[in-house]
């Protein structure tokens, strides 16, 4: 399986700071179609996880244009340019590959 | 609007079943790959099964662990996908989610459901 590890956050974090929160694959997600099976999640407390980034780079729709992901084949990033309040929750990257699908262990964003 | 409703968890004792449904509206039901996934008390994201649509003749893929246990289905005329659970075991204790993914005019669609409580205990 491949597994999915996600680095911490140095929380909280001031309003308005840009972080990185980053992502490694322990197999390539880059397919021969060019695409890398990335996606980027937000669970925002009592809710369940809603899609930010897919392809690894790709805002899904109606995502803020403060969130943009990047990368590799194993190595990913998801940066926020200037958090806000609505920011806070558990941010997962998933690995869209090959099955089982899975995902990491997650980072908690806290803003202070 | 996309809705994804999930319904059928509980509370139910080690060795017996359950079946969870997932009703939804908002898209075309029919073109989308259907997934659950389960969120453990720790938090961790299990994806546990997919179902393709008509086109990919349904294709299904199981989380390993759950084969054999587990079983995902879906009514493409009543817009719904179900997970029926077998052999319950503690460690199946989660929140499940269904998921949907389909293209749009947009791009990619993904949404998931509110999640269903299943706890196992005796």
């Known amino acids: 399986d491949i597994v999915m590890t996600q680095g911490a956050l140095p929380n909280p974090v001031p309003s308005g700071e840009s972080v990185s929160i980053t992502c490694r694959s322990s197999k390539s997600l880059l397919y021969s179609d060019g695409k890398t099976y990335l996606n980027w999640y937000l669970q925002r407390p009592g809710q369940s996880p809603q899609l930010l980034i897919y392809w690894m780079s790709t805002r899904a729709s109606g995502v803020s244009d403060r969130f943009s992901g990047s990368g590799s084949g194993t190595d990913f990033t998801l940066k926020i340019s200037g958090v806000e309040a609505e920011d806070v929750g558990v941010y997962y990257c998933q690995q869209g590959l090959e099955f089982p699908l899975t995902f990491g262990s997650g980072t908690k964003l806290e803003i202070k | 609007e996309v809705q994804?409703?999930?319904?059928?968890?509980?509370?139910?004792?080690?060795?017996?079943?359950?079946?969870?449904?997932?009703?939804?509206?908002?898209?075309?039901?029919?073109?989308?790959?259907?997934?659950?996934?389960?969120?453990?008390?720790?938090?961790?994201?299990?994806?546990?099964?997919?179902?393709?649509?008509?086109?990919?003749?349904?294709?299904?893929?199981?989380?390993?662990?759950?084969?054999?246990?587990?079983?995902?289905?879906?009514?493409?005329?009543?817009?719904?996908?179900?997970?029926?659970?077998?052999?319950?075991?503690?460690?199946?204790?989660?929140?499940?989610?269904?998921?949907?993914?389909?293209?749009?005019?947009?791009?990619?669609?993904?949404?998931?459901?509110?999640?269903?409580?299943?706890?196992?205990?005796?």
Do not use: H
Not at chain 2, 100 to 121: E, F, K, L, N, P
């Open chain 2, 4 to 122: 994804l409703v999930e319904t059928g968890g509980g509370l139910v004792q080690p060795g017996n079943s359950l079946k969870l449904s997932c009703a939804t509206s908002g898209f075309t039901f029919s073109t989308a790959w259907m997934n659950w996934i389960r969120q453990t008390p720790g938090k961790r994201l299990e994806w546990l099964a997919q179902i393709e649509d008509k086109s990919n003749n349904y294709f299904i893929s199981y989380l390993e662990s759950v084969k054999g246990r587990f079983t995902i289905s879906r009514d493409d005329s009543k817009s719904s996908v179900y997970l029926q659970m077998n052999n319950l075991k503690e460690e199946d204790t989660a929140i499940y989610y269904c998921r949907a993914i389909t293209t749009v005019a947009r791009g990619v669609m993904d949404a998931w459901g509110q999640g269903a409580s299943v706890t196992v205990s005796s």
